[in-house]
């Protein structure tokens, strides 16, 4: 009996989005870490170090919207295709 390619496709969407949730974990917590060392001392940062909160605060949210899409239950019919 052989496996058709539907199932092939079925089971890498499935491991793609595994790979989208870890990688979505890994930026928030390593975005979040950082942004927590510096966000109290905002005021008194340089124009480079607000720069580089901004730059983490946005991995923060890149790795959220890859959490959402990594955890987002498939359709039966998106499955099934």
Same mark, same amino acid.
Do not use: N, P
């Given at each position: 009996?052989?496996?058709?390619?539907?199932?092939?496709?079925?089971?890498?969407?499935?491991?793609?989005?595994?790979?989208?949730? @870890? !990688?979505?974990?890994? +930026?928030? =917590?390593?975005? &979040?870490?950082? %942004? *927590?060392? #510096?966000?109290?001392?905002?005021?008194?940062?340089?124009?480079?170090?607000?720069? @580089? !909160?901004?730059?983490? +605060?946005? =991995?923060?949210? &890149?790795?959220? %919207? *890859?959490? #959402?899409?990594?955890?987002?239950?498939?359709?039966?019919?998106?499955?099934?295709?």
């Amino acid at each position: 009996m052989q496996c058709s390619f539907h199932d092939y496709t079925a089971s890498y969407f499935l491991s793609m989005k595994k790979i989208l949730f @870890y !990688l979505g974990l890994f +930026l928030t =917590l390593i975005s &979040l870490f950082s %942004v *927590l060392q #510096y966000v109290f001392d905002y005021e008194i940062l340089s124009a480079y170090g607000k720069g @580089y !909160l901004w730059g983490k +605060l946005l =991995l923060l949210v &890149l790795g959220i %919207v *890859l959490i #959402y899409f990594g955890r987002r239950k498939t359709s039966e019919k998106q499955a099934a295709e």
